[in-house]
């Protein structure tokens, strides 16, 4: 292992930020900087990634972690009614995620992917950022829950809509005045994170790329010998997105940990991060499209209705919340041109307030990623005009219509080759 020892990496992301409690404050509101009056906020919209959960699946180790159930007991403080439905306000569609998750018993009794109390807590904390943000030091949304301000969506899985559960009662303290819904979507149809199953051509790209990352140099010596060193044979199949999955997990609920998995950790995330770039690739447009373009669109449709004056105030709320995962986050955070070579941590989140100057009546748009201003690409800076944010999110977003031709489209070109 010595190429691995000798390796420095930059720090990470997801090992940088298991502390549950860690979440960076965001400065105040901005405001111009030549004494201008101040700027209004008009509009919020949040997509974060749940709770730290147990792994999707065990690694193939004869010494397993033990994952108690004690592990999902529900802090009192997070305790929040809510229901599901779908986007249509009907039932909640099945889970087939969940289905598969609960084939999977760890060690100890706990299903793959679950959510725990510490990823409970994450929860809530980020909830009480966003509740000093937008209710203490700048009174945007009522301290109550209220549905005609706030809409709610999850990917259809359970960590997430308790992860969503845990935020609300961080955010609003349990209070309520009306329905919390959380909308959901088919499995099939889910635009929340790329969607493998629902999109042919992003199925066909993503299933050679994720072969051949294994293979690149630099991620395959490296894999080669950490197998070598855990007592993995070559013929078994694993990747670093499985040994991340499992290091963050076992770290961030202090688990004893395969000490090799200890040892490596940056070197793991940074290899994952390297997979997960090699599948996505910067260049390619039409993955990111694909992945996140449908995202985007809700996001832009968003912002487009609500500095339309047209617009009734029934149909636009003024905060959106998106429950999602570390996956939808890593391609949305390249095509915002944000992305910081680190794995989203548990409960990471990307917010996006919308302002209006009060004079000029010109429209602003600030980024934040787990409460730090950035600048989005095509943006002269933090405080971005919204024309210039939008041209940049017209590069990836795309509407339900071009996503399904971009789908359906044959890839006559070899796969995992770069546009």
């Known amino acids: 292992m010595a190429g691995l020892r000798a390796r420095a990496w930059a720090p990470v992301g997801v090992l940088a930020s298991l502390a549950y409690c860690a979440h960076q404050r965001r400065p105040a509101p901005a405001e111009p900087q030549d004494g201008r009056s101040p700027l209004e906020l008009k509009l919020v919209q949040v997509a974060f990634r749940h709770g730290a959960r147990s792994p999707l699946k065990p690694l193939p180790l004869e010494e397993q972690v033990e ?37 999977t018993t760890l060690k100890g009794g706990m299903f ?22 937008y ?96 007592g993995i044979a070559s013929s078994v199949e694993t990747d670093f997105l499985a ?71 029934s149909k636009t709320r003024k905060l959106y919340l998106y429950a999602t995962h570390d996956m939808a986050l890593i391609p949305l955070l390249m095509a915002l041109g944000i992305f910081d070579h680190k794995w989203p941590p548990f409960a990471a989140d990307l917010t996006l307030e919308l302002y209006q100057h009060q004079k000029s009546k010109e429209w602003f748009v600030q980024l934040y990623y787990q409460g730090e201003e ?20 017209s590069i990836y977003a795309v509407s339900p219509e071009k996503y399904h031709t971009l789908c359906s489209q044959a890839q006559g070109a070899e796969l995992g080759n770069r546009e």
């Not at 108690?68 to 306000?89: H, I, K, S």
């Not at 679950?114 to 943000?133: D, I, P, W, Y």
């Not at 929340?192 to 629902?198: C, K, R």
Request: proline share 8%; hydrophobic share 35%; with cysteine.
């Open 112 to 133: 793959a992917g679950q959510l725990t109390r510490v990823g409970m807590q994450q929860m809530f904390a980020l909830g009480e950022r966003l509740r000093k943000n």
């Open 243 to 313: 040994l991340l999955d499992n290091v963050a997990a076992e770290q961030v609920h202090s688990l004893p940990s395969c000490p090799l998995l200890k040892r490596f950790a940056q070197v793991i995330e940074q290899r994952a991060v390297d997979t997960a770039l090699y599948i996505l690739q910067w260049e390619d447009r039409k993955s990111l499209q694909m992945a996140v373009g449908p995202f985007l669109h809700l996001l832009e449709g968003n912002l487009l209705k609500a500095t339309d004056p047209a617009t009734p105030p």
């Open 374 to 393: 950035q600048v989005p690409r095509g943006c002269p800076d933090k405080l971005c005009p919204l024309d210039k944010f939008l041209d940049t999110l």
């Open 67 to 103: 994952w108690n159930t004690q592990l999902l007991e529900v802090p009192p403080q997070t305790q929040f009614d809510y229901t599901v439905t779908n986007l249509a306000g009907g039932p909640k569609p099945h889970s087939p995620y969940d289905s598969l998750y609960h084939k």
């Open 135 to 230: 209710v203490e030091d700048t009174p945007f949304i009522s301290p109550a829950f209220n549905p005609q301000e706030v809409f709610v969506r999850s990917t259809n899985m359970f960590r997430n809509l308790e992860s969503t559960r845990c935020l609300l009662a961080g955010l609003f303290q349990r209070q309520k005045e009306g329905p919390v819904v959380i909308h959901t979507d088919e499995a099939g149809s889910e635009v929340l994170y790329p969607n493998y199953q629902g999109c042919q051509g992003l199925r066909q790209r993503i299933r050679g790329r994720k072969e051949a990352a294994t293979l690149q140099p630099g991620i395959s010596e490296d894999l080669k010998k950490l197998k070598e060193e855990m």
